[in-house]
């Protein structure tokens, strides 16, 4: 056991807003002889085993940090640190944009984290509401001690010192529990703040979003989606391109002899009454006429 171990055994055990939880009877260490967790007698409640992480030790006392508030300290700290590197990202590639390339994949990598620390901030605001419905049952459970003083200090139950005595460790109930109460409220509201930094950082950076997208796909598969498929068109000539029609030689009107030598002789009706010889005569006359 080492020196630490022997400062901290047999030391009262406090939580952050001085209420007397235990008293530190031993320790759990590892291989290496670092502490790993605390065994706090805590009365009626039993043994409890405290994280070694969780607490703080003074000079006369070890002081007990709840689990939601480094978790969410933790949660906090990651994500601030992660939207200052991502505005940091922005501001070198609107400055260079030939570093898009190399930018895309430590975008693709903080976009990662902010979806690991926002399951984690889902986690921890599921054990805030938790821990604040413990609180009001707390809250409650004093008021109604306290109230029930009064009633029995009005019909001369109890001394007026023995109210006074539970009016001044209700109120510290209520004190610690409001303290307690805000811290959470504030936490939240802080947690509430970075969610909506992150979503005007998202809505800020289209360009590497779609790079973060894209980066991994091949020079093929690019081309596929940032060129657009052309709308269907009918089969039409465009302007741009004239009609091309070859001219065709204009006839001259046709002589007599043309006609003569062109037209071939109607067939002509032979009967008993006419001959052939006067059709070819009446042929003859009637071209002479035209």
């Known amino acids: 056991m080492t020196n630490d171990d022997i400062e901290i055994i047999g030391k009262n055990v406090k939580d952050m807003y001085g209420t007397f939880m235990g008293k530190v009877v031993g320790t759990i260490t590892d291989i290496d002889g670092s502490i790993q967790s605390l065994g706090v007698d805590c009365g009626s409640q039993g043994l409890q085993q405290i994280q070694f992480e969780q607490i703080v030790v003074q000079n006369d006392v070890v002081i007990f940090i709840p689990k939601w508030r ?60 938790e821990r604040l419905t413990e609180l009001d049952e707390q809250m409650k459970s004093a008021k109604m001690l306290l109230f029930d003083a009064k009633v029995q200090s009005k019909s001369n139950e109890i001394s007026d010192t023995t109210f006074d005595t539970v009016n001044s460790c209700t109120n510290e109930v209520i004190e610690r529990v409001t303290h307690e109460t805000a811290e959470i409220a504030n936490v939240k509201s802080r947690i509430a703040d970075l969610e909506l930094e992150v979503q005007e950082i998202s809505a800020s950076q289209p360009n590497i979003q779609e790079s973060a997208v894209s980066y991994l796909k091949t020079p093929e598969q690019q081309a596929v989606q940032t060129i657009l498929p052309e709308a269907p068109i009918e089969s039409t000539v465009h302007p741009s391109e004239p009609i091309k029609v070859e001219a065709l030689p204009i006839p001259e009107p046709p002589t007599q002899s043309d006609v003569s ?22 042929w003859l006359a009637r071209m002479e006429v035209q």
């Open 70 to 129: 480094l978790d969410s300290q933790r949660l906090i700290r990651e994500k601030q640190l992660t939207l200052r590197r991502l505005k940091a990202l922005i501001d070198i590639v609107s400055e260079n944009d030939d570093m898009k390339a190399d930018a895309e994949i430590i975008h693709e990598k903080y976009k990662s984290k902010l979806v690991t620390l926002d399951q984690t901030q889902s986690e921890i605001n599921a054990k805030l509401e």
């Open 261 to 282: 030598s062109e037209f071939q002789e109607p067939p002509k009706q032979v009967t008993s009454a006419t001959s052939k010889d006067n059709n070819d005569n009446d």
